[in-house]
């Protein structure tokens, strides 16, 4: 079974500091991790994800992530945060080369943004 | 760009009642999920369909629980009779499942509010 924890439920911040939303996973076999974003009154939407690979991965709009096999881990992190970025945070694992595999999230994160 | 869309975005209902929610999953996707999101937890996975019949469900789809897929576009969640604890809001996706790594695509959810 696979299971996903998001230390922190609130993470206020001010306009253009830097910001780091904590995701650890368990797993007993491979996985793949997403992150996903939930603006207020919308659907969750792909932010990036981790399939393979090089370990850093990033998104269209400045966010990056780390996968740390070690640690089990896969912050995300942006080194200037915007207004607009003000959102809920789901970190997610699904099992690897399972096509059509649930995805198991964590607490989700809530990004508030100031200026 | 093509999304997954649901219908109706709210929905009120009194305890016992049966409901139907409904979904449009992107076109040309071939896996259908239904997840749901109590108020303050967790997204939790209830059900996947693949080829016209569920490929994994969870243990909180039980009886009550059902899904179709009656036409070509739509993908429905039905709840036959309705309890206080199955309000929430509950999130159709879809992906394309033809590759090894297949992205999960969200609707906006329905809100069920069960009196």
């Known amino acids: 079974a696979q299971s996903v924890t998001q230390l922190d439920s609130q993470v206020p911040v001010f306009e253009e500091a830097p910001v780091e939303l904590r995701c650890n996973y368990s797993?007993?076999?491979?996985?793949?991790l997403f992150w996903y974003v939930q603006y207020p009154n919308q659907g969750l939407q792909l932010l990036l994800k981790?399939?393979?690979?090089?370990?850093l991965v990033e998104s269209i709009n400045g966010f990056e992530a780390e996968f740390n096999k070690s640690q089990t881990s896969f912050h995300l992190r942006k080194p200037s945060v915007h207004i607009s970025d003000t959102a809920e945070y789901f970190c997610?694992?699904?099992?690897?080369?399972?096509?059509?595999?649930?995805?198991?999230f964590g607490q989700g994160t809530e990004l508030s943004v100031k200026p | 760009e093509p999304e997954v869309t649901q219908t109706p975005s709210h929905q009120v209902t009194q305890m016992g009642q049966e409901v139907i929610l409904r979904c449009v999953p992107i076109?040309?996707?071939?896996?259908f999920y239904w997840y749901r999101q109590i108020l303050g937890q967790k997204v939790e996975f209830l059900v996947s369909?693949?080829?016209?019949?569920?490929?994994?469900k969870s243990e909180i789809f039980d009886d009550q629980f059902s899904v179709e897929r009656p036409d070509g576009s739509n993908f429905t969640l039905k709840i036959r009779s309705t309890k206080l604890e199955d309000s929430a809001m509950y999130f159709c996706?879809?992906?394309?499942?033809?590759?090894?790594?297949?992205?999960?695509?969200f609707g906006p959810g329905t809100r069920l509010t069960v009196l």
């Open positions: 369909f693949y080829n016209n019949e569920i490929s994994e």
């Open positions: 797993s007993s076999v491979s996985v793949y």
């Open positions: 996706a879809s992906s394309p499942g033809q590759e090894w790594a297949d992205t999960q695509y």
């Open positions: 076109s040309n996707h071939l896996y």
């Open positions: 981790y399939l393979s690979g090089s370990t």
């Open positions: 997610a694992v699904r099992r690897s080369y399972n096509q059509g595999g649930k995805l198991i």
